[in-house]
């Protein structure tokens, strides 16, 4: 009966397999494959070794684009988690409660649902010197005498951007987070309120180690995301190149311009591969000291709890 | 008595004024929050010169039909959205249906491979798009699918995050006994699956339908290298290519409008399912 039931498993999960393998796993090994070539897309792939992957290393805008897109990322990141973070405090908060969060969650979460092409078209309007919101409003307000060109200097370009990120991950962080903190008894809370505790006390000491493994997650799949970053960068940049002065150009933009506007292909393969490298360290290296941590604290609470131990039995 | 009554009366006016910051900090951030969403589906009603000339506005125009009939001049964006409707539709049904009887076959069936082949499921969750890419790229155009539906089609029967939470899904509602019932009965293995595995993973498929919808809806990247001709884009396609056009600088009614037709669709479904959408981003299975 078993042997023959399995046979239903192999065929159940067999579309799967063969559509994976084809358009998604050959794929992986074709641009590995490529990496090791000389290759326009026109004519055949010649065979060059690890050409490419030492000229990627040594390029200089390669490592530029890395820089920009890390840049950009970080600051998106704090931004993104602080804001999060606030929002929980405020929602979260045993003394003042605030209703409605549901329909801010939903309202919150409304930028993430927008194609970032379209993010991009509207920012551009927006952030426009001339006559984009954004300045109107400033010079309104009177807060600025002369408008602003979010989008001509390499600093507030890549400042723009992030925010632009922020403004569109916000609101799933918070969702996140928030489940974490609902999902702790109330109790917890109210009885380090009881014990003195202050509002920020609470937030550091009791709710923060709630949401770490969240944090992680979130940090982690934020810095997959941020290091992929494309679709805004190639529209918000004048010539999709990443203007002004090559501040908005993403490792991602750097790779699909090599491929699809100098016909590189080989040489855009190799930066997905070095990219990927650079990914698998990074969260390994970012894990690794958290865990560390983690596991410090744990013998220092087995310490305590066998020196406890130790004076009872005295 | 009196300290007493003053001291609440301070209390009171404590709490009524952190309320009112609280909620007044809640408010910019709504108000920034919709802010594009006011802007699009207003300026699509506006006159291009009433947009340049007093930027934000709360008050709808009458140039909704002016503005379709030039947007329509400069790209056509009815066929753009029947083609996004059909690709995101195709991809919706095909992700659903293969990701669920994959991840029952996971949880129904104890063969050899079983847990091998979906830990490498797991593991695969973890790389990045960005490899695949280019070689996916390439790969097509050996095929000869490219500027055809097909590469952002076919590829929604192996949903690797789909496949991962369903098969979650399913050892929570999915019960063994039932479909050993079944079995008894004399039910065929995938007359099963139809008509106890399908419906008992509903609510899991629904959920991870509308955001697969959400994504391919919403699909550039894919669309941008494989798609040619201007008859078969999709509507981010579309809109991309309207910057730098006359709509872009001058006539920007037409523009908003365009965007308008693309974001529009997404927000309404997305509110319409928002309780248990929410829900599921909480219990994170949503790759952010």
């Excluded at chain 1, 399995?6 to 579309?15: E, F, M, N, R």
């Excluded at chain 2, 709504?30 to 291009?48: D, E, H, Q, Y």
Aim: glycine letters at 8%.
């Amino acid at each position: 009966m078993e042997k023959k039931l399995s046979k239903y498993g192999y065929l159940y999960i067999l579309p799967f397999f063969v559509i994976f393998i084809v358009f998604s796993l050959y794929p992986i090994f074709h641009t590995l494959y490529l990496s090791f070539t000389k290759y326009s897309g026109f004519t055949d792939p010649v065979w060059v070794g690890f050409d490419n992957y030492l000229l990627v290393l040594e390029d200089k805008i390669f490592w530029e684009a890395f820089l920009n897109t890390i840049r950009i990322w970080g600051v998106n990141i704090v931004l993104q988690i602080a804001l999060a973070l606030v929002l929980v405090m405020i929602f979260s908060d045993l003394k003042y409660k605030v209703k409605g969060l549901k329909i801010f969650r939903i309202i919150f979460y409304l930028p993430n649902l927008i194609a970032a092409t379209s993010v991009a078209l509207i920012f551009l309007k927006l952030l426009n010197q001339d006559y984009g919101v954004i300045n109107k409003f400033l010079f309104d307000l009177n807060l600025i005498t002369e408008s602003i060109g979010w989008l001509k200097s390499s600093f507030l370009a890549q400042l723009s951007v992030s925010n632009i990120q922020t403004w569109m991950w916000f609101g799933n962080s918070f969702i996140l987070f928030m489940a974490a903190v609902h999902a702790v008894n109330k109790e917890v809370i109210e009885a380090s309120l009881i014990d003195g505790a202050g509002r920020f006390k609470i937030l550091l000491h009791v709710k923060l180690p709630l949401i770490k493994p969240i944090l992680i997650y979130v940090g982690i799949t934020g810095l997959i995301g941020g290091l992929q970053l494309f679709d805004i960068p190639l529209l918000i940049s004048e010539d999709g190149l990443g203007s002004p002065d090559g501040a908005l150009n993403t490792v991602i933009l750097y790779l699909f311009n090599h491929a699809f506007r100098y016909h590189n292909f080989g040489y855009a393969a190799a930066i997905a591969y070095v990219l990927f490298v650079i990914i698998v360290i990074i969260s390994g290296v970012f894990l690794l000291t958290v865990n560390r941590a983690e596991i410090k604290e744990n013998l220092k609470k087995k310490r305590i709890r066998k020196m406890g131990a130790k004076l009872n039995e005295h | 008595m009196n300290t007493k009554y003053s001291n609440q009366f301070k209390e009171n006016l404590k709490r009524k004024t952190v309320y009112t910051l609280l909620y007044i900090l809640l408010g910019i951030l709504v108000i920034i929050c919709l802010i594009p969403f006011v802007m699009v589906l207003m300026n699509a009603t506006r006159s291009g010169v009433s947009i340049q000339k007093n930027g934000l506005s709360l008050i709808p125009g009458g140039y909704f039909m002016d503005n379709w009939e030039t947007l329509k001049q400069f790209t056509d964006i009815k066929r753009g959205f029947i083609n996004s409707m059909f690709i995101s539709i195709s991809v919706t049904i095909l992700s659903g249906y293969f990701s669920a009887l994959t991840a029952y076959g996971f949880y129904t069936y104890n063969f050899k491979a079983n847990k091998l082949l979906f830990g490498f499921i797991v593991l695969f969750m973890m790389v990045p798009s960005q490899l695949a890419f280019l070689g996916f790229y390439e790969w097509m155009s050996i095929l000869g699918f490219v500027d055809t539906f097909i590469p952002l089609i076919i590829p929604a029967i192996a949903s690797v995050g789909t496949v991962f939470f369903l098969r979650q899904y399913a050892s929570g509602t999915v019960s063994k006994e039932i479909i050993d019932s079944a079995r008894i009965d004399g039910a065929s293995e995938l007359y099963t699956f139809h008509k106890i595995g399908i419906p008992l993973m509903m609510p899991g498929i629904s959920t991870m339908s509308i955001f697969t919808f959400i994504g391919s809806w919403n699909n550039y990247l894919g669309a941008r290298i494989i798609l040619n001709s201007p008859e078969k884009f999709t509507l981010p396609l579309q809109l991309a290519n309207l910057k730098g056009s006359k709509v872009w600088f001058e006539n920007q009614g037409p523009l908003y409008l365009g965007l308008f037709v693309s974001i529009f669709p997404i927000v309404i479904i997305f509110i319409i399912f928002s309780k248990f959408l929410v829900e599921s981003i909480a219990a994170g299975a949503v790759k952010g």
